[in-house]
């Protein structure tokens, strides 16, 4: 017993010097943001002191320059639309594949999972050129190419969880005089609730941080940009000029993520790991 | 009740396959047929065979980006993984503060590939002002910086599954093997990693899988300085599609190739799971 506390003792401490090392970098950009954007350069591990301080002036122009409220609302608006959008219908048609046995529906299984191992580069231009012709280059048209994208994922997670449902439960709800949508809708998805946050959560992250899809099918010229893509356009254009901004920028944009990290912690780790178990 | 069901299909199916069909089957098809095209806008394609396969290698670009992703992937997979497996195991020890660590080892894995490229781009620069160069100075920098990188953000997304795995050995082997006289390292050896091999499988995948197809934290970090030699497969890819006009068929003869690569990866790795399951 003795030899563990040791051992614990010692493993305590190597863990805390990680944990410095593991919030180093955020501790870097929060401190520099504070700074006169001349000054970083200077000594860029050093505290502001009364000559470099800046206050929010670096806040205020990294705000300025990319309508950061504006990516924010727009980064929001995408992922919940799409996340929800995901849900809802990938879980139907999860179910309907799952449970109509079919050439059809076992050939749309394969098309999905298949999906999943396609990397983005295989379609990125002639998707971001049909989005164009379409006119899909909004954030309602990001919607539906975040629904197409995710579905391999999303359906291949689902069903596989529906099968594990037993049929009786539906039937007696067709007896009863269930319609599909109503049996879908009062009985399986209820069910389904805890793959669903699974899928949800690792739908929002992806989208969230998502810079290539929206890049290429918005673009830098438009109103909707999102956060990855305000912070590519400032530090691609201003990156050299106004380093303050840049710091302040990147402090704003892992301020959402660090709270809901925080207030959903249970659920993301969670999410994480069975997401990674079924997957 | 397959027969009422099968009805639905306009409302359980068609919404799902209109946008899978805009996102990914029709520009699939279309990838494919344009990696034998010469074209500038998709409308004026024209057929020319395998003409835009052999130009791939015309230069050493794509064969470079291929061995900087081996090295890289490699390095970055096996450090990966014995950290975080490292962790677990400090962290299942039922220690004080374990659910703090916890919080913070995982933290970085859901900051954007864009931000954190950006972030670990500003601290290196920092690190490497006192030695009067920069990241883009030298292309092991560069290297180095996203292996680092790398561990930053996924050895917590690991370290998490290592847990859930470890958490699921029975106490009463451990105990068997500690009444048999096995030192600490042999039932690390000989119990706890033969019976976490299903979360060891997880992780490869998941970190091959990450490392391979990388592609926002290699355009922030350095974007592939000096002159390409940092540029992975998915940034040669784009930088093949969007920086030359004129090259975009190469550009999509190049993505078929890395999708023909990636495939031939995750099958293999498939196949190798499959085995190990067989065994156990």
């Not at chain 2, 931000?115 to 100075?137: D, F, H, P, R, S």
Request: aromatic share 14%.
């Amino acid at each position: 017993m003795k030899q563990k506390k040791m051992v614990d003792g010692v493993l305590i401490v190597v863990l805390c010097v990680l944990v410095v090392a593991f919030l180093t970098p955020i501790f870097f950009v929060l401190l520099n943001s504070f700074k006169g954007k001349l000054y970083i350069s200077n000594n860029p591990f050093a505290f502001p002191t009364g000559e470099t301080f800046a206050g929010l002036t670096n806040y205020m122009n990294g705000i300025s320059k990319t309508n950061f409220f504006g990516a924010f609302g727009w980064s929001l608006f995408i992922t919940v639309f799409s996340v929800a959008a995901i849900i809802l219908f990938t879980s139907m048609t999860a179910y309907y594949i799952t449970r109509v046995k079919s050439k059809v529906t076992s050939a749309l299984y394969y098309m999905f999972a298949f999906s999943m191992i396609v990397p983005f580069q295989m379609v990125m231009f002639t998707m971001s050129k049909l989005a164009n012709s379409t006119h899909l280059n909004n954030p309602p048209g990001m919607v539906l190419l975040y629904l197409g994208f995710g579905a391999g994922l999303a359906i291949f997670m689902f069903s596989g969880f529906i099968k594990s449902i037993p049929l009786e439960i539906e039937e007696a709800a067709m007896i009863d005089g269930c319609n599909p949508l109503q049996t879908f809708f009062g009985v399986v998805m209820p069910i389904l609730k805890p793959t669903a946050i699974t899928v949800a959560i690792l739908q929002a992250m992806w989208v969230w941080n998502d810079y290539l899809l929206p890049y290429l099918v918005i673009g830098l010229s438009t109103p909707y940009k999102t956060i990855p893509v305000a912070v590519q356009y400032l530090i691609g254009s201003y990156g050299a000029k106004d380093m303050g901004a840049m710091m302040a920028l990147l402090v704003l944009s892992i301020i959402p993520i660090v709270i809901f990290y925080l207030t959903c912690q249970k659920y993301i780790i969670e999410g994480v790991v069975a997401g990674a178990v079924k997957g | 009740m397959q027969k009422t069901l099968k009805r639905y299909f306009p409302i359980f199916v068609l919404p799902t396959l209109i946008a899978f069909s805009f996102a990914f089957i029709i520009p699939f098809v279309m990838g494919v047929y344009l990696s034998f095209c010469k074209f500038k806008t998709i409308t004026n394609a024209q057929f020319i065979g395998f003409d835009n396969y052999i130009k791939i290698f015309a230069n050493k670009d794509f064969i470079n980006a291929f061995g900087f992703t081996v090295k890289f992937s490699i390095l970055a997979i096996l450090t990966i993984n014995i950290f975080a497996f490292a962790l677990a195991m400090a962290l299942t020890r039922k220690m004080a503060g374990t659910n703090l660590f916890r919080t913070v080892f995982f933290m970085p894995n859901l900051i954007g590939g864009i931000i954190l490229g950006y972030i670990w781009q500003q601290m290196i620069n920092a690190v490497l002002l006192k030695y009067e160069t920069t990241l883009v100075a030298n292309a092991t920098y560069g290297f180095i910086g996203l292996v680092v990188l790398m561990n930053w953000q996924m050895i917590g997304y690991m370290m998490i599954i290592y847990i859930a795995g470890l958490q699921n050995v029975p106490t009463e082997l451990i105990e068997a093997a500690k009444i048999d006289g096995a030192t600490s390292w042999q039932t690390l050896i000989k119990v706890k990693i033969p019976m976490v091999m299903p979360s060891i499988t997880i992780c490869l995948f998941l970190t091959v899988s990450n490392c391979f197809k990388l592609f926002d934290q290699n355009l922030a970090l350095t974007s592939g300085a000096p002159s390409k030699k940092t540029a992975m497969l998915a940034l040669d890819i784009y930088n093949t599609f969007y920086g030359r006009s004129g090259f975009e068929g190469v550009g999509q003869a190049k993505a078929v190739l890395f999708f023909i690569i990636v495939a031939i990866i995750a099958l293999s790795q498939l196949a190798l799971t499959r085995s190990k399951e067989v065994e156990q």
